[in-house]
Structure formats: structure tokens, C-alpha cells
């Protein structure tokens, strides 16, 4: 199992430009997470999604969309790129149940200049 | 406002010594609590987690320590050594919260030769 995969590894971006971000489980997890980690801050937790087809919102959604069209992947996209977004971007998956691990990418590094 | 408040920021600490990281919570819905270990352009990974209702948990060299009444809990690294040495994460979610994870801001911890 490769376990949670991310794409890509580090991008740079100008302000206003959109991408998204790839995520990837090869678990089967029905719960997948998009968190964002600045320096000092922890993980904060931007959409997550219970199942395909089901989203929600996290802790700091804002200028960020997702979409859960199958089991397996959780894309993210950031429209309009703004210097706040220069983050590192983890995603995670988790099985149904009470109390189960979590389970992270490697992450994404953005850069918006 | 974070929901979860860990310290220290950052410890040194020399090989063979105990490095000892704390965190507080507020919200006493909470019902699990997992430490997260991340090593530089890592993915963050469970480490030990641990349930209300016991006082300790013991994993290897890693023990959690937590007082229900005083809502706070503590990470313990006993004979550290430098394969140790990585940021630290205490977290927190409640059962009906689909899992959602909130995170301390981190610990830094460089364990000295």
C-alpha cells in the first residue's frame, strides 16, 4: 500500500493564479482531511469529507474548494492565489469508527508570490 | 483561539535525559487524545494516543500521562536519543466530530549527543 499520496511536492504560484492540489488513499478510508500547517500554528483543518460525494467545512475553508467524486481521491483548489495561502498543505485519510488513527501525505509546499 | 494549547515551544534535551511536553484543553466533550510525531518534510504520524478513562498509557520509551479534572495531558520521552529529535503534536477530537483533529501548535525537540 502506498498509503496517502500528494501532488505536487512544492509549487510556486502568483497571486491570483488558481491550481489544485492532489490527494491520493489507497485504503479504502471513507474519511479523508485537507489541513494547513504554518510555522507556530499547528494543523489547522481546511475541508473534510465523510464519504463520496460528502464535504464540509473546516476550521479555515476561505479561498479554498474540494470536491469527493470517488473513495480514493480529495482534491483541493485554491482559487485566486494570495500570499496567506504560502502554507504546507497536508492531506489524511482515516477508516470509519471510533478513534481511528489518522493517517498523512508527505504534504504539499506552496509559495505564493 | 486555539482549543488546544501545548508547551513548551522548542526543548533541548542531552541523550539518555526525559523530555516532557504538555498540553491543555477546554472542551471536556473531547474523548480522544493522540500525539503526533513529524519528522523535517514529513508527514505528521501517530505516535501514542490515549482515552479519557485511563490515567497512563505506556508505549516503549513514550508514556502519556493525563488528569482528567485538571484537562491536561502530557507526553513523556524517556532515555531520549537523537533519532528522537522532531516536533511534536498533541491533539484532541470528540466522537461526533467525524474524527476532526485539533491540533497544539507543536514541539519542537532537539535531543543533544
Known amino acids: 500500500n502506498a498509503g496517502v499520496t500528494q501532488t505536487p511536492k512544492f509549487r510556486i504560484l502568483k497571486i491570483g493564479q488558481s491550481m489544485t492540489l492532489q490527494c491520493t488513499q489507497d485504503m479504502n478510508h471513507n474519511y479523508m482531511y485537507w489541513y494547513r500547517q504554518d510555522p507556530g500554528m499547528g494543523l489547522k483543518l481546511i475541508y473534510y469529507s465523510v464519504g463520496a460525494g460528502i464535504t464540509d467545512k473546516g476550521e479555515v475553508p476561505n479561498g479554498y474548494n474540494v470536491s469527493r467524486s470517488t473513495t480514493e481521491d480529495f482534491p483541493l483548489r485554491l482559487e485566486l492565489a494570495a500570499p496567506s495561502q504560502t502554507s504546507v498543505y497536508f492531506c489524511?485519510?482515516?477508516?470509519?469508527?471510533?478513534?481511528?488513527?489518522?493517517?498523512f501525505g508527505p504534504g504539499t509546499r506552496l509559495l505564493v508570490l | 483561539q486555539q482549543q488546544v494549547k501545548q508547551s513548551p515551544q522548542s526543548l533541548i534535551v542531552q541523550k539518555g535525559g526525559i523530555s516532557i511536553i504538555n498540553c491543555a484543553y477546554e472542551n471536556t466533550a473531547f474523548d480522544y487524545f493522540p500525539w503526533y510525531q513529524q519528522f523535517p518534510g514529513k508527514g505528521p504520524a501517530l505516535l501514542i494516543a490515549?482515552?479519557?478513562?485511563?490515567s497512563e498509557k505506556k508505549e516503549g520509551r513514550f508514556t502519556i500521562s493525563f488528569n482528567k479534572s485538571a484537562k491536561q495531558f502530557s507526553l513523556h520521552i524517556m532515555d531520549s536519543q537523537p533519532g528522537d529529535s522532531a516536533t511534536y503534536f498533541c491533539a484532541a477530537s470528540k466522537g461526533s466530530s467525524w474524527g476532526k483533529l485539533q491540533f497544539g501548535a507543536g514541539t519542537q525537540v532537539v535531543v543533544t549527543p
Open positions: 489524511a485519510s482515516r477508516a470509519q469508527g471510533a478513534q481511528e488513527t489518522q493517517y
Open positions: 490515549i482515552r479519557p478513562d485511563v
